[in-house]
T-cell receptor, first 113, second 120 residues
Framework: DAKTTQPPSMDCAEGRAANLPCNHSTISGNEYVYWYRQIHSQGPQYIIHGLKNNETNEMASLIITEDRKSSTLILPHATLRDTAVYYCIVRVISGGGADGLTFGKGTHLIIQP | GAVVSQHPSWVICKSGTSVKIECRSLDFQATTMFWYRQFPKQSLMLMATSNEGSKATYEQGVEKDKFLINHASLTLSTLTVTSAHPEDSSFYIC????????????????FGQGTRLTVV
């Protein structure tokens, strides 16, 4: 799976949009971009994923650049409960596909009141 | 979304004893589950892949005789930390994917809430 690079930490004011960048310049054509987050002392939680089109769900939006070398996770109206470590992961699509996830260091997002 | 439940949420055990952690998929079937370990202020590290009805696959550096994995049914995998030592103290997390949502490709992983193991 391709390597990802994320800033170690970010602050965002409550109620504002939180934009979390991820660089995955070596991504292959068959790799998806996944985002998970981990609130302190809990298991990770799936947020969103995409291949090349922008995606939106009830939690967030995912913007993937046209060359797919980077992406941005957007939390439109951040709340204090969004404080967590956010992981950007790229996954290769394989025939069996029964592979575990490779977590990097992620971005510690701190929402300030 | 699908639910994965771990038990116990936390456990304290004496050095030299064994501890069993259960991972259950509550509303879906999972032929494969994954076990991760997370030390304080570090990221999750994949320990092993648990396959229903067959032997687990361990990542490099993980002792298979120390971390026994059993996946006896499509909804239950167990991790037993044998002869636990203080350095095994960690946060253990399992995950699974729902086969019914189109297999492995383009599916999300659901994680348990984690088990905090403290060996004294």
């Amino acid at each position: 799976d391709a390597k990802t690079t994320q800033p170690p930490s970010m602050d965002c004011a409550e109620g504002r949009a939180a934009n979390l960048p991820c660089n995955h310049s070596t991504i292959s054509g068959n790799e998806y971009v996944y985002w998970y987050r981990q609130i302190h002392s809990q298991g990770p939680q799936y947020i969103i994923h995409g291949l090349k089109n922008n995606e939106t769900n009830e939690m967030a939006s995912l913007i993937i650049t046209e060359d797919r070398k980077s992406s941005t996770l957007i939390l439109p109206h951040a709340t204090l409960r969004d404080t967590a470590v956010y992981y950007c992961i790229v996954r290769v699509i394989s025939g069996g596909g029964a592979d575990g996830l490779t977590f990097g260091k992620g971005t510690h997002l701190i929402i300030q009141p | 979304g699908a639910v994965v439940s771990q038990h116990p949420s936390w456990v304290i055990c004496k050095s030299g004893t064994s501890v069993k952690i259960e991972c259950r998929s509550l509303d879906f079937q999972a032929t494969t589950m994954f076990w991760y370990r997370q030390f304080p202020k570090q990221s999750l590290m994949l320990m092993a892949t648990s396959n229903e009805g067959s032997k687990a696959t361990y990542e490099q550096g993980v002792e298979k005789d120390k971390f026994l994995i059993n996946h006896a049914s499509l909804t239950l995998s167990t991790l037993t930390v044998t002869s636990a030592h203080p350095e095994d103290s960690s946060f253990y997390i399992c995950s699974a994917r729902d086969l019914a949502t189109g297999g492995w490709v383009n599916t999300e992983a659901f994680f348990g809430q984690g088990t905090r193991l403290t060996v004294v």
